[in-house]
């Protein structure tokens, strides 16, 4: 796996992109790993999140457990940043992009018309997943089970055994480290140079430890998790990391 290019700053100007970002290869395409768990294919200016289960909040509301209903604005906040900071010409959303079926149906005005101006000038691909299958209730955009963009094949849940040049979310990882000032655990991407998984990019969405069995024979060699710190993506030895 080429690592060389890590931590070297993307080709954008300093104040439109924050410093940070992680750099290497995958099946031989060039990826930046972002720090806000969005990956960048600078060669097709495309930009692709995983998971962002909108209206989560509204979901468990709906079954009796309340949480703060800002889940939706603040993932959509963070989706918006990356393509200011980005503008890319085609943004991917790996799947499970709203929580539940009714997910568009509860999205209120304001934040339909937030995505529909993210897809505004760009292509938008909704790629499916298992939460959303059902539709997008008339959002703008394209749907499909994977979409192939710079040698790469992304969508929503990992093939089973190794697959080489496959971008996938679904699993959420997480990467635990144990030091001798406790522990510290966070959302990260997960690759061994051939495959990617991308964390979860919605505010509420939960994570899986990488060393979880779900992982197990999914890359060919021992991968590398890129933990999303507070100012830069952290490659850390598989070898390094702890079960929960």
Same mark, same amino acid.
């Given at each position: 796996m080429s !690592?060389?290019? +890590?931590?070297r700053a993307p080709r954008l100007a300093p104040a439109q992109t924050p410093c940070g970002s992680l750099w290497l290869e995958v099946a031989g395409a060039e990826a930046c790993l972002r720090r806000s768990g969005a990956l960048w294919l600078e060669a097709g200016a495309t930009l692709a999140a995983g998971d962002l289960h909108l209206e989560k909040g509204s @979901?468990? @509301? +709906?079954? $009796?457990?309340l949480l703060p209903p800002y889940d939706t604005v603040a993932t959509l906040e963070r989706l918006e940043a990356e393509v200011e900071a980005l503008r890319p010409r085609v943004v991917v959303l790996l799947g499970d992009s709203f929580h539940d079926a009714g997910g568009p149906g509860r999205l209120g005005a304001s934040d339909a018309a937030r995505i529909s101006a993210l897809a505004r000038g760009r292509t938008l691909i909704w790629i499916v997943g298992n939460h959303d299958r059902e539709g997008l209730g008339g959002l703008p955009g394209e749907r499909a089970e994977a979409a192939t963009l710079c040698g790469l094949v992304l969508r929503h849940e990992p093939r089973? $055994?190794?697959?080489?040049?496959? !971008? @996938?979310g679904h699993l959420h990882p997480c990467a635990k480290v144990v030091g001798n000032g $406790?522990?510290?655990r966070r959302r990260c991407f997960v690759t061994d140079g051939e495959r990617l998984i991308l964390p979860a990019f919605g505010a509420y969405a939960g994570g899986l430890n990488v060393r979880d069995v779900a992982f197990a024979g999914l890359f060919a060699r021992a991968p590398i998790a890129a933990a999303l710190g507070n100012r830069r993506v952290h490659p850390i030895a598989y070898a390094r990391l702890t079960g929960d």
């Open positions: !690592v060389g290019k +890590a931590f @979901a468990y @509301a +709906a079954r $009796g457990q089973t $055994g190794v697959s080489p040049g496959e !971008v @996938a $406790g522990s510290v």
